[in-house]
């Protein structure tokens, strides 16, 4: 669904909250301690995704060739998952986990109480109601795009050529993605039942230039990503009701809208031209891009919950960089473990509470949860 990572809250408590403007705590000037999560027979481990219970989901990362294991921690207690190998990278309201393996062939996997599905293609994202897309081979080694949908796998099919994938899946089932004409041309592009039992692909609109990349999908269909225009720039884009907004790019070369919400907050980047550019996080409602503050350094977005909040990493100025929280436009710094040196931010959800990945003191990597 890609908000990213957080389940949708009822409408009643998200309408209340986004009336407040931002969440109830107030940040700035404050750390946000974290929580380690401790890894898994002395395996480093990442935070993947929470929901809106505190569940979350991560995996063990072993050295060389062995596999990782999946992780549960919920209630206070760490639970391993069953099967080597399987890396989840997804969970629901209702407790619903996704991921994939962690072998070559990278297969995907539902585990759904208590039992594990495996699903035949790689998966990239799961929805509030169990839905799961992602991508398998097929037709000698062409990807196609993949729906599990009430215990079945469709396959999306194409927009007449031999290419698919699926990046996206919103609560109505549209799934976003990319997919080939019969030229061999490849668009970026919208999958959904309307009109047509089966269901089809649409290519989304351009900004003017060749092609476009849609990366998140909300629950009224909105979808954001970027563009390319004219000139050959990629900008932050918005698609709503069949047609394409430009979200600007803060005055910079380029930008990237990674997120959207149920209520249509964006967040995005903007970057100057040249390499290793500087990227500089922003949100965008209603048709105005509020710039993000940074620790002095880039920043960078990676989810955005219900109403509105932020998670990502910024940078000081001398490249250190810091996992990070927004409410409003100031970033709010989220904890090191102790003796350790950075952390990472994967995903939020809607109460606010951010995971992700430390280092401790001994380097080693820790799952880790900002509350």
């Not at 996997?109 to 035949?120: I, Q, S, T």
């Not at 209603?286 to 960078?300: F, M």
Request: hydrophobic share 40%; charged share 10%; with cysteine.
């Amino acid at each position: 669904m890609r908000f990213r990572r957080g389940m949708v809250l009822g409408p009643t408590l998200a309408a209340l909250l986004l009336a407040a403007g931002t969440p109830a705590f107030a940040e700035q000037g404050r750390v946000v301690p974290p929580v380690d999560l401790g890894q898994l027979d002395g395996v480093p481990t990442t935070a993947a995704a929470i929901n809106d219970l505190g569940a979350v989901v991560g995996y063990s990362t072993p050295p060389g060739p062995f596999a990782g294991n999946g992780i549960l921690w919920s209630h206070g207690q760490r639970t391993r998952l069953p099967a080597s190998g399987n890396i989840p990278t997804e969970i629901n309201f209702a407790g619903q986990i996704a991921g994939n393996t962690s072998w070559i062939d990278s297969t995907g996997f539902v585990l759904k109480n208590g039992k594990l599905l495996p699903l035949g293609f790689t998966v990239t994202d799961q929805n509030a109601v169990g839905d799961v897309v992602g991508s398998r081979y097929v037709n000698g080694g062409s990807p196609h795009a993949q729906l599990w949908h009430a215990g079945q796998t469709i396959d999306l099919g194409t927009l007449g050529g031999s290419f698919s994938t699926a990046t996206a899946v919103n609560l109505r089932g549209q799934v976003i993605g990319q997919a080939s004409t019969a030229d061999g041309v490849i668009h970026g592009a919208e999958w959904n039942r309307s009109g047509n039992a089966t269901g089809h692909w649409s290519a989304l609109p351009t900004l003017g230039g060749a092609d476009a990349n849609p990366t998140a999908i909300n629950a009224s269909g909105d979808i954001v990503g970027y563009s390319a225009t004219p000139s050959g720039a990629y900008h932050a884009a918005l698609w709503r009701a069949g047609r394409v907004i430009d979200l600007g790019t803060l005055g910079m070369a380029g930008s990237e809208a990674v997120a959207i919400n149920d209520a249509g907050q964006i967040a995005a980047f903007a970057y100057p031209a040249g390499v290793n550019a500087t990227t500089h996080a922003f949100r965008w409602w209603h048709g105005h891009a509020t710039p993000l503050g940074s620790l002095g350094g880039s920043s960078d977005p990676v989810a955005i919950n219900a109403v509105g909040t932020i998670a990502g990493e910024s940078r000081t100025p001398d490249g250190t960089p810091y996992a990070v929280r927004w409410a409003g436009s100031s970033p709010t710094r989220l904890g090191l473990l102790v003796g350790g040196a950075r952390c990472a931010a994967r995903a939020i959800n809607d109460l606010g509470r951010v995971v992700g990945q430390c280092a401790a003191s001994d380097g080693t990597a820790h799952a880790t949860l900002w509350n």
